[in-house]
C-alpha cells in the first residue's frame, strides 16, 4: 500500500520561508511523478510545483523564482522549500503522486491528509 505522508507547516511572517517534507512508501518505484498541491479556503486545489515523468520541475506563476521543489530519492522524500512567503500562500498543501502526471490537479492516485502553511503580516 502507497503512502504519502507531509510535514513541515506551520506560520510564518511575509517574507519569511517555510520547508514543506513528504516521506512516501510502500511500492512506489513506478510512481514517477510527484507534485505540491494547495487549497485554500473557498478555492479549487491548485497545482504548485511537480517533477514530471521527465525529471523536470515545473511550477505555477506565482510562486516561480520563489518555491523550489526538490527530491531525495534515496530516502523516497519530496521537499519544497518557500522563500519570500506572501499572505496568499496561506493553504494547506498537499503532496501527490502518480505513475504519469495526470491531465488534472485531482488526477493524482495518492495524496497525503495534507499540512496547513498560514502566512502573516
Known amino acids: 500500500e502507497v503512502q504519502v505522508m507531509e510535514s513541515g507547516g506551520g506560520s510564518a511572517q511575509v517574507g519569511g520561508s517555510l520547508r514543506l517534507s513528504c516521506k512516501a512508501s510502500?511500492?512506489?518505484?513506478?510512481?514517477?511523478?510527484m507534485g505540491w498541491i494547495r487549497q485554500s479556503p473557498g478555492k479549487e486545489r491548485e497545482g504548485v510545483a511537480v517533477f514530471g515523468s521527465d525529471g523536470n520541475p515545473r511550477y505555477e506563476d506565482s510562486v516561480r523564482g520563489r518555491f523550489t521543489i526538490s527530491k531525495d530519492n534515496a530516502k523516497s522524500t519530496l521537499y519544497l522549500q518557500m522563500n519570500n512567503l506572501k499572505p496568499e500562500d496561506t493553504a494547506t498543501y498537499y503532496c501527490?503522486?502518480?505513475?504519469?502526471?495526470?491531465?488534472?490537479?485531482?488526477?493524482?492516485?495518492?495524496w497525503g491528509q495534507g499540512t496547513q502553511v498560514t502566512v502573516s503580516s
Open positions: 501527490a503522486i502518480s505513475p504519469m502526471c495526470p491531465i488534472t490537479t485531482m488526477g493524482y492516485n495518492y
Open positions: 510502500g511500492p512506489i518505484d513506478y510512481l514517477s511523478c
